[in-house]
């Protein structure tokens, strides 16, 4: 008798361990794409809160001397502080100031080929369009961030090649009013 049930462990080990490792990969990729999107979600945050604050017609004070306004390449270097995990080469920064017809400012944190880095922006953020319409108290800004998540778990995609990474483009948006 002990014969014949030889091997039936084995067995049992494979049709119940492929699914628990499945289990536990997919687990960790979802948990890790959603700490990625939480802290995209709060460097956006922080990038809004620092333009809204220290915008177009902040005052310099006696205790905070040449400290406003900030620039797109200021914001984007808190934004890369506080974003941990994305790929700066890959990650997208949008700037919108004002209305939907606005022009909108796209760089990347960190610049490779073909791709403008936002430490070339050093000009005052929100720009200032000559009569305040888009700079002044109350109105509009937008921060939209973008970027790609490689994921294991399309490695058991239905005719994925081995050990293939795919990628997931995460984006986080944040917008507020000026308050100077």
């Not at 699914?19 to 990625?36: A, N």
Request: charge should be positive; hydrophobic fraction near 40%.
């Amino acid at each position: 008798m002990r014969k014949a049930e030889r091997g039936s462990t084995v067995i049992e080990m494979t049709l119940v361990g492929i699914p628990i490792i499945f289990t536990l990969i997919s687990v960790v990729e979802i948990s890790r794409g959603m700490w990625m999107y939480h802290t995209l979600a709060y460097a956006a945050k922080n990038g809004v809160r620092l333009a809204i604050v220290h915008g177009r017609n902040c005052i310099n004070g006696a205790d905070n001397p040449n400290n406003c306004p900030k620039s797109i390449s200021d914001i984007a270097t808190l934004i890369q502080q506080s974003a941990i995990g994305p790929i700066p080469q890959q990650t997208r920064l949008s700037f919108s100031p004002g209305a939907t017809s606005a022009a909108t400012t796209q760089c990347y944190l960190v610049g490779s080929t073909g791709k403008t880095p936002c430490s070339n922006y050093t000009t005052a953020w929100p720009p200032d369009d000559g009569n305040g319409t888009l700079n002044g108290v109350g109105k509009r800004i937008e921060i939209d961030i973008d970027t790609p998540f490689p994921t294991a778990l399309s490695m058991f995609w239905p005719g994925g090649k081995p050990v293939s990474f795919g990628v997931i483009t995460l984006g986080a948006t944040s917008a507020d009013y000026m308050v100077f």
